[in-house]
């Protein structure tokens, strides 16, 4: 089945550790994201990346970091500098249309970090 | 991109259409109406899109007013699983900065 996926679902950290969050895609899309959602609201964009070995801040990338080295994966890390790391992780993909814009995202079924 | 407004709740009976409505009065002529739902606490649901006229699919309908400055998402049967919160989304096709925008959209509630 294609898809994206993400793990783990559930993460506990203790506060003032580094941790990692992973997103697959098996799709061959070209974009791939990492939104942030807090309880009663909606997304907000940390990083993203329309290409291998190249990824942009998006509006919070503050305390976050990013690697694109393979097409099918774009794995977050939520470093200690994240003041409130605590939230709802969802990693995103589109694929790119010859037009060189791109389609519809399409979502992985997201992580759930809880910083104790 | 455009910001729009949505109302923060609704409810629905089972089997009835849904309708949600969307205001986008900022919008420009080169950004289109994005549609997506999320069930609670799984990821975004791509549900529709549009630049200018309806569009139907298997999911929804939307229907996009002549001026562009309201929108309106139409689920014709609706469920009890389609109780979820629903986004209205204006942008772009961007060549270089792809991102959605998601505001706090419209949670729907379809009863019994």
């Known amino acids: 089945d294609g898809g994206i996926t993400q793990s783990p679902k559930y993460l506990f950290r203790k506060e003032g550790q580094n941790v990692t969050l992973s997103c697959e895609q098996n799709?061959?899309?070209?974009?791939m994201y990492w939104y942030r959602q807090d309880p009663g609201q909606g997304l907000r964009l940390i990083y993203y990346?329309?290409?291998?070995?190249?990824?942009q801040k998006g509006d919070i990338a503050e305390g976050y970091s990013v690697s694109r080295e393979k097409k099918e994966s774009f794995p977050l890390t939520v470093t200690s500098a994240q003041k409130n790391p605590t939230a709802f992780y969802l990693c995103?993909?589109?694929?790119?249309?010859?037009?060189?814009?791109?389609?519809?995202?399409?979502f992985g079924p997201g992580t759930r970090l809880t910083v104790l | 991109d455009a910001k729009t407004t949505q109302p923060p709740s609704m409810d629905c009976a089972e089997g009835r259409a849904a309708n949600l409505p969307c205001n986008h009065s900022?919008?420009?002529?080169?950004?289109?109406v994005y549609w997506y739902r999320q069930i609670h606490s799984q990821g975004p649901q791509y549900i529709i899109h549009?630049?200018?006229n309806n569009e139907t699919n298997e999911m929804a309908s939307l229907i996009i007013t002549e001026d562009r400055k309201s929108s309106t998402l139409i689920l014709p049967h609706a469920t009890l699983r389609d109780t979820a919160v629903y986004y209205c989304?204006?942008?772009?096709?961007?060549?270089?900065?792809?991102?959605?925008?998601f505001g706090a959209g419209t949670r729907l509630t379809v009863k019994p």
């Open positions: 995103a993909s589109s694929t790119r249309k010859t037009s060189g814009t791109y389609n519809e995202q399409f």
């Open positions: 799709l061959n899309h070209d974009a």
């Open positions: 990346s329309q290409i291998v070995n190249d990824f």
């Open positions: 900022t919008i420009s002529g080169n950004e289109y």
């Open positions: 549009g630049l200018k």
């Open positions: 989304i204006v942008r772009v096709a961007h060549f270089n900065n792809n991102d959605m925008r």
